[in-house]
């Protein structure tokens, strides 16, 4: 698969802020710009400034945008979409290595907003799935109880559930029982 390790990182970001929509855990995770700016240390997105009430706006109409990326039926839907997002955040790629990374590009314009830095780093993400061939690997979680999205980076793409606590069990007991079955079926000796 085609997919670096930075975009592997966007990835994870992007999960992460799709899964603190109520659409997708029923409550608001990130109900003020308290809960934003925290989300902003624990990811370590670098270069923003302080955040308004207009940040976590931004934030939250970005991220109904991008869930959408997770439920249409074609590649040529997702493509519109990722286009749409990307264009509006007005991007320029330029090659940085601060704070110690390796050199890597970064996506957003200097000094972006938020939800402009967001877009156009999450949104190129998307865009190098879609680009690899991997749509299908955007994933929602199958738990009845459950409408959270991930990424399916397995080699096989087997994974069906996401990594919440109650979904991850299910899908560490499936594992367990696979890896169970696969033991007996061994012959001993
Ligand atoms: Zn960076
Ligand atoms: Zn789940």
Redesign the pocket.
């Known amino acids: 698969m085609l997919i670096t390790h930075d975009t592997e990182c966007s990835l994870s970001v992007l999960v992460e802020l799709l899964n603190t929509s109520p659409d997708a855990c029923g409550s608001e995770q990130l109900p003020d710009v308290a809960a934003l700016s925290a989300f902003v240390v624990r990811r370590d997105i670098s270069e923003v400034d302080s955040l308004s009430p207009a940040d976590l706006a931004a934030v939250h109409r970005l991220r109904s945008q991008l869930r959408e990326v997770f439920s249409v039926g074609s590649t040529e839907e997702a493509a519109e979409l990722v286009n749409a997002v990307v264009a509006a955040a007005g991007t320029t790629p330029r090659l940085t290595n601060h704070d110690q990374h390796d050199w890597h590009i970064h996506y957003f314009a200097p000094h972006a907003a938020l939800g402009d830095h967001l877009a156009a780093e999450l949104g190129m993400a998307l865009a190098f799935i879609v680009m690899a061939g991997e749509r299908e690997r955007l994933r929602r ?1 199958e ?1 009845p109880d ?1 409408a ?1 999205v991930f990424v399916d980076l397995s080699r096989n793409r087997s994974r069906r ?2 990594d ?1 606590r ?2 991850g069990n299910r899908l560490h007991v499936a594992a367990y029982r696979a890896r169970q079955r696969s033991a007996e079926a061994v012959p001993a000796g």
């Open positions: 979680c738990a459950c959270r559930y996401c919440s109650t979904c």
